[in-house]
T-cell receptor, first 114, second 111 residues
Framework: DQQVKQNSPSLSVQEGRISILNCDYT??????FLWYKKYPAEGPTFLIS?????DKNEDGRFTVFLNKSAKHLSLHIVPSQPGDSAVYFC?????????????FGAGTRLFVKA | NAGVTQTPKFRVLKTGQSMTLLCAQD?????MYWYRQDPGMGLRLIHY???????AKGEVPDGYNVSRLKKQNFLLGLESAAPSQTSVYFC??????????FGPGTRLTVL
């Protein structure tokens, strides 16, 4: 039973347009959510996070939205750039647990076409 | 700072062979983790450590052992490798918070 689901294995977007990556979770104990970005042959790197007390967090071109009632979060990238082409992992955790209760989704591969 | 480093980067084993993967971090993080990444499965936690001398099982611990003798190092051992352990292995570390810093990965193939 996957507690964190990324239902789109891949997404293709034109440069300059918006990329929207989606993530759903089932465990109501999750109260901290993260997005990681991964390039080929590299480890994932932390991108942005959001606590359940917020419904939006913005960092430059990246914005994460959280809908707790729907148990859904999304990552918006505006404008998309070719360098954003990577695999994006959604992760959910119980805050202050040190990360060992973090559950990762299967990832969405984003292609940004120039 | 090197961050999180992993040794080796690639390895091919025969079924039944043993090996140890080494992870080192220079950020003085208390928490360290070993994950495996398989196609369509995301990252799954194998074992983790909340401090020097401590280890605990994650989601998929069978067939693996770990040790954390020094705060900066976290070793993952495969005593008798099986083809099902063919995967990419990532080590990560964190402070008490949730953001984790990952190493570059070790690609292991078991024939």
């Amino acid at each position: 039973d996957q507690q964190v689901k990324q239902n789109s294995p891949s997404l293709s977007v034109q440069e300059g347009r918006i990329s929207i990556l989606n993530c759903d979770y089932t465990n109501s104990m999750f109260d901290y959510f993260l997005w990681y970005k991964k390039y080929p042959a590299e480890g994932p790197t932390f991108l942005i996070s959001i606590s359940s007390i917020k419904d939006k967090n913005e960092d430059g071109r990246f914005t994460v939205f959280l809908n707790k009632s729907a148990k859904h979060l999304s990552l918006h990238i505006v404008p998309s750039q070719p360098g954003d082409s990577a695999v994006y992992f959604c992760a959910a955790s119980e805050s202050n647990t040190g990360g060992f209760k973090t559950i990762f989704g299967a990832g969405t591969r984003l292609f940004v076409k120039a | 700072n090197a961050g999180v480093t992993q040794t080796p980067k690639f390895r091919v084993l025969k079924t039944g062979q043993s090996m140890t993967l080494l992870c080192a971090q220079d950020m003085n993080h208390e928490y360290m983790y070993w994950y495996r990444q398989d196609p369509g499965m995301g990252l799954r936690l194998i074992h983790y450590s909340v401090g020097e001398g401590t280890t605990a099982k994650g989601e998929v611990p069978d067939g693996y052992n770990v040790s954390r003798l020094k705060k900066q190092n976290f070793l993952l051992g495969l005593e008798s490798a099986a083809p099902s352990q063919t995967s990419v292995y990532f080590c990560a570390s964190s402070r008490l918070g949730n953001e984790q810093f990952f190493g570059p990965g070790t690609r292991l193939t078991v024939l």
